[in-house]
């Protein structure tokens, strides 16, 4: 499972680069962005994984994140995948929430879904192994986690199922309850199937009530976000927490909306704060 | 000429908006972006225009510029024009480094790019009143400008055309010399025609030979930019400089390239250094 170089550019006196393997756990080559702030031979770095949206590859963070200030500061490795298995042989779906680019951070058992949309599997072990035998600096006990809407569902469970890899977990208006939402209900039912006790898995409200737990969360939500009452229900997540005990900052951004223009706003609010829990 | 909302998104606690009108220069609609930070009511914000380079909208630097947090912590207010005229019945070229998306900051003279193409006017006499038409919290009283490659010789030319509008004017691996490189000589031969005494008013290196003045200028250009000896040639603007008096402050950035991770990378410095002295 080699590594190929796409690109790699110079930026903030670290290395943005822009990678591709293939991916057994997929079948199909997978693209990948790894931002490295500049450090001394021998240094190792945390890693910040972030996971994003519908519709998104790796570029879109990679381009309109504006993280690569923030991880030079703090001395933390970006790491964005793509969101789905993608290609000619991939099947796919018309539906911008359906299919290519919608992963949804799931392993599907549907036909045709189950062959290649593995991304629980990818994000949670292929990726990791690859990061950890490219990246010499990566520190992979020094792990955190955030992502964007689909991708904040898919950092919330995600570190809700491996409580010991991730140091601390946030998102960006994620999903925060799929199986109560219409695009979480069309893809865990598209992917999974229509048994509802197979989507448990992911869904970050569902696995804290049944006792998933993290220490704390970070979420930040734009009141100005057009998916926040039918899609994103931070109010899900923040009832669950609250029985559980769970520590959730979760802040109404007034006037914000889902772009990217909202991410970039907080992304070194949660830089700052996943760095201070790294450094524990 | 009344301007249309494209866009308004919060970021940073500002508003980066996108705006679209008919330019009566042009005579197609023009797009542009303007980004304004938070402020008291009444404020008077500077203005600190970004002009962009060969293939680029306004979009370019609006995503992957990383300005907005700098010039929050300034109180810049920052604009984004498109690179040229656009449209069905605008005449293009099939190249990339001609027609649309390559208006080379000049008002062309020969057919059939004459009608269209007068970004020269566009940048210095119809966006400015515009903006402070429409933008009341811009202190045109107060401006600066920079921009990338061929928007770093637009920034150069149009501040050294109209030495008393800017307070400063820098640029990012600009095309130093237009008229002693490739882009150059095709764009204004083919804009302006063959006639190379046309081409003096858009050559920086060429307008401080003959006079022109600005007190300093900041350079910044990657060692690693495809673009430098073919096209860029700082070498030739060190030397106008150095005959003229003028304090050029060139720095040659190791490993960069020409990309917007090269720009963003440097934006926050061009912003201070302009916030500097914009504010005397």
Same mark, same amino acid.
């Given at each position: 499972?080699?590594? &190929?170089?796409?690109? &790699?550019?110079?930026?903030?006196?670290?290395?943005? *680069?822009v990678y591709r393997h293939a991916s057994a756990v997929t079948g199909t080559p997978m693209t990948f962005s790894v931002f490295v702030p500049p450090h001394e031979d021998g240094a190792k770095l945390p890693v910040l994984w972030y996971l994003s949206g519908l519709t998104c590859t790796h570029a879109n963070v990679t381009d309109k994140g504006e993280y690569r200030r923030a991880c030079?500061?703090? #001395?933390?490795?970006?790491?964005? /995948?793509?969101?789905?298995?993608?290609?000619?042989?991939?099947? @796919? !779906?018309?539906?911008?929430?359906? *299919?290519? *680019?919608?992963?949804?951070?799931?392993?599907?058992?549907?036909?045709?879904?189950?062959?290649?949309?593995?991304?629980?599997?990818?994000?949670?072990?292929?990726?990791?192994?690859?990061?950890?035998?490219?990246?010499? =600096?990566?520190?992979?006990?020094?792990?955190?986690?955030?992502?964007?809407?689909? #991708?904040?569902?898919? +950092? %919330?469970?995600? +570190?809700?199922?491996? /409580?010991?890899?991730?140091?601390?977990?946030?998102?960006? +208006?994620?999903?925060?309850?799929?199986?109560?939402?219409?695009?979480?209900?069309?893809?865990?039912?598209?992917?999974?199937?229509?048994?509802? &006790?197979?989507?448990? %898995?992911? @869904?970050? =409200?569902?696995?804290?009530?049944?006792?998933?737990?993290?220490?704390?969360? %970070?979420? !930040?939500? #734009?009141?100005?976000?057009?998916? %926040?009452?039918?899609?994103?229900?931070?109010?899900?997540?923040?009832?669950? =927490?609250?029985?559980?005990?769970? !520590?959730?900052?979760?802040?109404?951004?007034?006037?914000?909306?889902?772009?990217?223009?909202?991410?970039?706003?907080?992304?070194?609010?949660?830089?700052?704060?996943?760095?201070?829990?790294?450094?524990?």
């Open positions: 499972m080699s590594m &190929e170089t796409v690109s &790699e550019a110079r930026a903030f006196g670290g290395t943005q *680069g030079v500061d703090h #001395g933390v490795i970006f790491v964005a /995948p793509d969101t789905s298995p993608r290609g000619e042989g991939v099947p @796919d !779906d018309d539906a911008y929430d359906f *299919g290519q *680019g919608a992963g949804f951070y799931v392993d599907a058992t549907e036909a045709p879904w189950a062959e290649h949309f593995r991304m629980k599997s990818y994000i949670e072990e292929e990726l990791p192994g690859l990061i950890a035998r490219e990246f010499a =600096c990566a520190d992979m006990q020094r792990q955190s986690i955030t992502g964007h809407s689909m #991708g904040g569902h898919g +950092a %919330l469970t995600i +570190a809700l199922r491996n /409580p010991d890899r991730f140091k601390s977990v946030s998102a960006f +208006a994620p999903i925060a309850s799929p199986t109560n939402c219409p695009w979480g209900e069309k893809a865990l039912s598209g992917y999974l199937g229509a048994d509802r &006790e197979a989507w448990r %898995l992911y @869904d970050a =409200c569902t696995l804290i009530r049944e006792g998933a737990r993290v220490k704390e969360l %970070l979420v !930040d939500q #734009g009141d100005a976000d057009v998916f %926040l009452k039918e899609q994103l229900k931070p109010e899900l997540l923040e009832a669950a =927490c609250r029985e559980a005990g769970i !520590d959730l900052t979760l802040r109404i951004q007034p006037g914000y909306d889902h772009s990217y223009y909202f991410i970039g706003s907080f992304m070194r609010s949660h830089i700052e704060w996943h760095a201070e829990r790294l450094r524990r």
